[in-house]
């Protein structure tokens, strides 16, 4: 299986912040990679998917970037409803996808 | 509006078996391939069982922590996607979402609520 990892696994930031998440696959996906917003007791929310393409309803200041291996999210200003743990997700062999550990975003 | 539900959860001792169910309304899950996803307490996501759209086939496939002991499956009639889960051990132990692939492919863009599994004596 392709193998996912996140960094940082934590950070702590404040309102207006600009935040960036990073995810590195195993090998190459292209551009199948998703990330999602969960928050504590609900279910996973798509933010991205394919690397860069806003999931309809998600906010604007969300933003994804990368191909390849090598992959970035970024928040261009935090806002309150932000904190969450992120993850993200390959998606190049749609049956066998796997998960990045997830990055938890806390107030500073 | 699209929804899943999940239902099934509970307390189940080490060995023992349950069924998991998660209706959907608002789709027809046969058109989509549909995944169960479940979450340790404070851990992250991990796709245990997948299921292809009817279109592609029906194809199933098992994570190796799970296979041999769960079997997913779906009632088209119903229009119900279900998680068999056999010979259950401690560390199955987890909130079970079923999730729905996004048209495009592989992103989940629908997840049921989550039922919890706990596996204890």
């Known amino acids: 299986d392709i193998q996912i990892t996140q960094s940082p696994s934590s950070l702590s930031a404040s309102v207006g912040d600009r935040v960036t998440i990073t995810c590195r696959a195993s090998?190459?996906?292209?551009?199948?990679l998703n990330w999602y917003q969960q928050k504590a007791g609900k279910a996973p929310k798509l933010l991205i998917y394919a690397a860069s393409t806003l999931q309809s309803g998600v906010p604007s200041r969300f933003s994804g970037s990368g191909s390849g291996t090598y992959f970035t999210l970024t928040i261009s200003s935090l806002q309150p409803e932000d904190f969450a743990t992120y993850y993200c997700?390959?998606?190049?062999?749609?049956?066998?996808?796997?998960f990045g550990p997830g990055t938890k975003v806390d107030i500073k | 509006e699209v929804q899943l539900l999940e239902s099934g959860g509970g307390l189940v001792q080490p060995g023992g078996s349950l069924r998991l169910s998660c209706a959907g309304s608002g789709v027809t899950l046969s058109n989509y391939t549909m995944t169960w996803v479940r979450q340790a307490p404070g851990e992250g996501l991990e796709s245990v069982s997948v299921?292809?759209?009817?279109?592609?086939?029906?194809?199933?496939l098992y994570s190796d922590s799970v296979k041999g002991r769960f079997t997913i499956s779906r009632d088209n009639s119903k229009n119900t996607l279900y998680l068999q889960m056999n010979n259950l051990r401690a560390e199955d132990t987890a909130v079970y979402y079923c999730a729905k692939n996004h048209p495009f492919g592989g992103p989940f863009d629908y997840w049921g609520l989550g039922t919890l599994v706990t596996v204890s004596s």
């Open positions: 997700q390959q998606s190049y062999n749609t049956l066998r996808v796997t």
């Open positions: 090998q190459t996906i292209r551009t199948f």
């Open positions: 299921i292809s759209s009817s279109g592609d086939g029906g194809a199933t």
